[in-house]
């Protein structure tokens, strides 16, 4: 309740009176570490800057309301509630403002925070473009190779640590002006720095070759290991200080089901499994998961109903907000239909009945309950770091070579998903919606052609020859250009079925000549 007694609907808290609220000065201990604090306490620095230019306007639009109601304009205006965005980008934000502020004090300049291009005269546009396009030469020239990442055994490189890429530098400055443009100011574009990034990435293919800028991707998991994975025996020590994995636990259970969901439903690792901070109402819960059993739709299944599922009935994943679709507008609306089958050796259908079963949710607890539970039991949420190093471990006793289980990650099992939805026939567009991607960008880069596909691509192609020509090549032939009349074009094509029609025949005769010279008419049967 309000101080006029009205119950408070309203997520955004707007000031109606004048009340002290501490500030948040004190955040120690917010996420996304010590760059984070600090690009925080640099968005205070703007808005007390915006409070002031806001208050001594003396101009005939000038804000004239008291003083709490000008901070809180400029706090809404500079500030906004970054510490909506995932913990990742916070750290990586808090990075990106690290690097641009030793740069800025490197260049003498009295702000890290830049002008924005509406304000400026051609002399300001020349100077900004020189300052961050400075800003990336100056922080490429300071990066350092990332941790585990080495070039090739053997000549020329015999294994040295991979150099950082000029495109790492650019990502710095456009994380920088994103937040920028995130406090109200809009920056000249980043033309001038990424003319320079791609002078230096030219140099920098040169010398490491070009075969190493290759972008490094998660291997896709294939139907094969899967199934390895998913036999992996009962008891084996594959976890940490050799302890044993029991696939018959609570957990163990969980997992299976989500190997089983992820090769089927290619969802994100950040779909099913909770990063930093905590479990909330944005994450799959068993509401998640409805069932179309018997042609009807069943919301919270009994068990009999689970143990007696047979061909025709269906899971029901309705998706959540997601990387590609934030507040779950686009996808939240599609289910993913999982149909029902005991025996083939991947079905999430299946595996979620048996999840099901053994975790008897209560229906009024539904909501409230992850929908995949951690070592600690039903109730709690799968954590990413513990199903990364239970997937690695998993690999690692698969493929018997931990250095190659590094290559593969949980995003293998959406490459999976989509590369089979290609070589099952499906569309560019139904696989881009089976996979809830926003655009189709990225199906070219997780979408593997199968060895058979792209060689069957070939062998057509050899088999077609080809008889086209450009106008100016029958000109440079001294030919005359084909003339279409209707009449030519109906002369052409009663000639060529003529054609074709004596070609057949004259197969036919040569067939018929062939079978009797050898003494046979018809079809040699097993006995002979």
């Keep these: 309740m309000d101080q006029r007694g009205r119950v408070e609907n309203r997520v955004v808290v707007v000031p109606e009176a004048h009340i002290e609220a501490p500030r948040p000065h004190d955040d120690a201990h917010a996420a996304g570490g010590a760059n984070a604090r600090i690009l925080r306490e640099a968005r205070r620095g703007l808005t007390e800057a915006a409070y002031s230019r806001l208050r001594n306007d003396i101009s005939e639009h000038a804000i004239r309301a008291p003083d709490h109601v000008v901070q809180w304009l400029a706090e809404v205006a500079t500030q906004g509630d970054p510490t909506q965005a995932p913990v990742t980008t916070q750290m990586q934000r808090g990075s990106n403002w690290k690097w641009w502020t030793k740069y800025c004090h490197h260049i003498n300049v009295a702000s890290p925070w830049r002008p924005d291009s509406q304000t400026l005269d051609a002399v300001g546009h020349q100077r900004e473009s020189a300052i961050w396009a400075g800003g990336l030469m100056w922080i490429y020239g300071r990066m350092q190779p990332r941790k585990g990442k080495y070039l090739p055994e053997g000549p020329p490189h015999f294994g040295k640590p991979k150099p950082p890429s000029p495109l790492s530098a650019l990502a710095v400055l456009r994380g920088v002006r994103a937040e920028h443009v995130a406090r109200g100011i809009q920056p000249p574009s980043l033309a001038l720095a990424s ?16 075969e190493n800028c290759v972008p490094e991707r998660a291997i896709p998991m294939t139907h094969e290991l899967i199934c390895r994975v998913l036999t992996i025996p009962e008891g084996q020590d594959i976890l940490k200080g050799g302890k044993a994995w029991h696939w018959t636990s609570i957990y163990g259970i969980s997992v299976r089901t989500v190997f089983h969901v992820l090769a089927q439903c290619g969802f994100r690792k950040a779909e099913v499994a909770l990063g930093a901070g905590k479990w909330g109402s944005d994450k799959l819960s068993f509401a998640s998961l409805k069932w179309i059993i018997g042609g009807e739709t069943v919301l919270a299944p009994t068990v009999d109903q689970l143990r007696f599922l047979r061909a025709g009935d269906y899971a029901i994943i309705m998706p959540g907000p997601s990387k590609a679709d934030c507040f779950g507008m686009r996808w939240g609306n599609n289910p993913i239909w999982l149909p029902f089958d005991a025996t083939a050796a991947i079905n999430a259908a299946n595996a979620l009945a048996q999840w099901e079963t053994h975790a008897a949710v209560a229906p009024e607890q539904r909501r409230t309950t992850p929908l995949f539970c951690g070592p600690e039991g039903v109730g709690t949420p799968l954590r990413a770091a513990a199903l990364d190093e239970l997937f690695f471990r998993m690999m690692a006793y698969v493929l018997k070579d931990a ?121 040699v049967g097993d006995d002979d």
């Design 403 to 523: 250095a190659i289980a590094k290559k593969y990650s949980i995003h293998g099992f959406r490459s999976y998903l989509a590369s089979a939805l290609n070589a099952a026939g499906c569309s560019g567009p139904e696989i881009q919606a089976a996979l809830r991607w926003a655009s189709d960008d990225a199906l070219k880069v997780y979408q593997v052609v199968q060895r058979e596909t792209y060689g069957g691509w070939l062998v057509r192609a050899e088999q077609v020859k080809l008889t086209g020509a450009r106008a100016s090549s029958l000109h440079a032939e001294g030919k005359h250009l084909p003339v279409y009349e209707p009449e030519n074009m109906i002369a052409d094509a009663l000639a060529t079925r003529e054609e074709m029609r004596s070609r057949a025949e004259h197969a036919d005769n040569n067939d018929i000549g062939v079978i009797r010279n050898l003494g046979v008419d018809g079809v």
């Design 195 to 210: 003319k320079r990034a791609h002078e230096q990435m030219l140099k920098h293919a040169r010398a490491i070759g070009p």
